[in-house]
């Protein structure tokens, strides 16, 4: 039996993220560009409060301002798309970030469309998802761009491995998939109504979870030696795997925390910069 699977610190690797984007921030100031990432939040979700503080605060880590335009839990649809349309419109700001999940009965699709391609930086959409799936280049969602970058830090080979998606939003599940058949691989995309899931999951050599349900994936689901990513979050720092239980089977694993979640605002601030830098090219 499997003595333990090697864990991938996305913690080191977020920090390596950051420190090259502190660099490339430092070189736009010194050119009179300040780096800005504008953020919409709607309403007082506090998990969307903690992720904004903790992205606010790596912000200014690296030298990249925050802009944050916060509206009431009653704001309309038409309100929340006008803001994000002045900041569409504002040169100033770079990259524009709708945090999510955008309370109902908001219409968080048209507030996503709002937002420009070139300051897309969290890819949430339909532009940025369609040139996803195709290949092109476009500011991917930043959860699936963090976990691609870990497995190629790793060295996980996907041309022709099975993968499998648990979890269909777009956000993640469905960018995911793209990234990973754009990489050859060979993807299954399930979801909570998925029959027969333990099965499909046990064929998996790479194994994505982001299904928002504590432990939901059972260790004993997992095939010896897989590659288990765990872009779950839920109270009390557990993620969407039973992490026990599947370290004992899998390959290499991703902890909660400090796996996928440092990825994803790294991820963000890269593309932030990236997105000021495509805006000012010299």
């Not at 930043?142 to 970058?149: A, D, Y």
Request: aromatic share 2%; with cysteine; glycine share 10%.
């Amino acid at each position: 039996m499997n003595s333990g699977a090697r864990i991938m610190d996305g913690t080191a690797l977020a920090k390596r993220i950051r420190d090259e984007v502190r660099e490339r921030a430092n070189r736009l100031r010194s050119r009179g560009v300040e780096p800005t990432l504008a953020t919409v939040l709607v309403g007082n979700h506090g998990p969307s409060l903690a992720y904004v503080r903790a992205k606010n605060k790596r912000c200014d880590e690296v030298g990249v301002r925050t802009v944050q335009v916060e509206l009431a839990s009653g704001t309309t649809t038409n309100d929340v798309v006008a803001a994000v349309e002045r900041l569409a419109g504002d040169a100033s700001a770079h990259g524009i970030l709708v945090q999510h999940p955008v309370p109902t009965p908001i219409d968080r699709r048209a507030a996503f469309e709002a937002v420009p391609l070139l300051k897309d930086v969290d890819g949430v959409s339909s532009a940025s998802l369609g040139r996803t799936i195709l290949g092109m280049l476009a500011f991917v969602s930043c959860t699936p761009s963090g976990i691609m970058r870990l497995l190629s830090e790793y060295n996980v080979p996907l041309e022709g491995v099975e993968a499998v998606v648990v979890g269909r939003s777009a956000i993640l599940g469905r960018p995911m998939a793209s990234m990973l058949i754009n990489a050859h691989a060979t993807v299954t995309l399930c979801h909570s109504r998925t029959r027969n899931l333990a099965e499909q999951v046990a064929r998996a050599d790479v194994l994505i979870v982001a299904i928002g349900r504590p432990r939901f994936v059972l260790g004993e689901w997992i095939k010896p030696g897989a590659v288990v990513i765990d872009a779950g979050y839920n109270e009390g720092n557990i993620g969407d795997v039973d992490f026990d239980a599947a370290r004992l089977r899998a390959g290499l694993i991703t902890p909660v925390p400090g796996g996928v979640g440092p990825m994803t605002i790294a991820t963000l601030l890269e593309h932030t910069v990236q997105a000021a830098e495509q805006q000012n090219l010299e």
